[in-house]
């Protein structure tokens, strides 16, 4: 090859390579930066509060001197994430399993889009679980509209967090989400990093999990290639997310009552803080993630169909996995009878689980001075959807 043509070639390859500077505005911190934000945030009060609150039997100076001697990312998840996660997982749950993750390469990199029950915790968990089982934790990407202060924007681009807009005018959204699509696609395929997103936008206030075309022709926008190359080349992984109790269930099931009663109520600031705090310190029994084997075989054909069937051809795919590696447990089975008002899945629980499980949702219910009966009906739907979906593949 003439070395004129070489040059060339090799000067259009850099002049599209992407670099970290380019996405400074979406992007986590790096090693680099980490200490400066450690010093803003050590100036923040609502900061300080917040970490005699999660530590309360650690001495806020120690605590201000393990921060201000850690040099990397990593360290700050092993050493100051990791332990906070873990103790949720002690005294708020029964234990968190995985399947799926010991067959995925630890050396590649994956999209995982998985259903979304929790603000914090899907994530978090899942990061837990990929450290345990020898993989490099993911990046995770959390929409603005959860950043209420500056200092939680610092706090969760320490933790790999990179920022998602919402509610842009037209232009700026679609500038956004290509901006979005091409840091999705650098991370695994220049940086080998891998990244979670849920696969709507939200949480699934009803159980009912189902992918957002949106979401995937927002991934599709940087591919260079074909719509089957496009997606063969970020590996994605459908994961299923499993909690036996979604602490914030009777918080949703209140969200539907009050748009029942005004069409255009929408949460505030304060009621996502409060969702948070309700996910990470609610009883959730036992929760289970299963990941799929990435998506490769099952994209072949898809380039013959048109570019809308494409999309729900794929978020279909998704759906499947999702809806098939979801694991079932007794108060599922339980909604389900109720909603369906038969036995059909008796063999699946017994008396007493049954009295568990209503316990617990008559005192998730007593916490609402509100419509019971509507409350109890979607809580009932909420646990019983996952079984429909189950069922119906």
Not at 94 to 110: H, I
Not at 213 to 232: P, R
Not at 250 to 267: C, G, T, V
Request: glycine residues 4%.
């Amino acid at each position: 090859m003439p070395i004129v043509i070489l040059l060339q070639r090799t000067k259009f390859i850099y002049a599209n390579m992407a670099t970290d500077q380019e996405f400074n505005e979406l992007r986590p911190y790096r090693d680099h930066e980490i200490h400066q934000v450690f010093q803003q945030l050590l100036k923040e009060e609502s900061f300080i509060e917040l970490l005699k609150y999660l530590f309360p039997h650690v001495p806020i100076n120690d605590f201000v001197n393990q921060l201000l001697s850690i040099n990397t990312i990593k360290e700050f998840q092993i050493g100051v994430v990791y332990p906070f996660i873990k103790e949720i997982i002690k005294d708020t749950t029964k234990g968190v399993t995985a399947e799926g993750l010991d067959k995925l390469d630890p050396n590649k990199s994956y999209i995982f889009i998985s259903n979304h029950r929790d603000i914090v915790l899907d994530s978090a968990f899942l990061n837990i679980l990929l450290h345990e089982h020898g993989h490099e934790t993911s990046e995770i990407a959390i929409g603005d509209n959860l950043l209420i202060y500056p200092w939680i924007t610092q706090l969760v681009k320490l933790n790999k967090s990179f920022v998602v807009r919402r509610n842009l005018p037209a232009r700026q959204m679609l500038q956004s989400s290509n901006l979005m699509s091409k840091y999705i696609r650098y991370n695994i395929t220049e940086r080998n990093q891998s990244v979670w997103i849920a696969q709507r936008e939200g949480r699934s206030k009803d159980g009912d999990d189902r992918t957002q075309t949106s979401l995937l022709k927002m991934i599709n926008m940087s591919g260079n290639g074909d719509f089957e190359q496009n997606f063969k080349e970020v590996q994605i992984v459908p994961l299923s997310i499993s909690y036996e109790y979604d602490p914030c269930d009777y918080l949703k099931a209140h969200e539907f009552l009050l748009k029942r009663d005004n069409p255009d109520y929408k949460k505030t600031q304060a009621d996502d803080l409060k969702h948070m705090g309700s996910g990470i310190k609610g009883r959730k029994g036992r929760v289970h993630f299963k990941a799929a084997a990435p998506l490769n075989e099952e994209l072949v054909g898809l380039n013959e169909l048109d570019k809308h069937e494409r999309l729900n051809k794929l978020a279909e795919i998704i759906d499947n996995h999702i809806h098939s590696n979801y694991k079932l447990w007794p108060g599922n089975f339980i909604a389900a009878d109720f909603v369906n008002g038969n036995k059909l899945f008796a063999s699946k629980y017994t008396k007493e689980d049954a009295d568990v499980f209503n316990a617990y949702i008559n005192e998730h219910i007593s916490r609402l001075n509100a419509d019971k009966e509507f409350i109890h009906a979607c809580l009932m739907e909420m646990y019983a959807n996952p079984v429909k979906n189950f069922y119906n593949g």
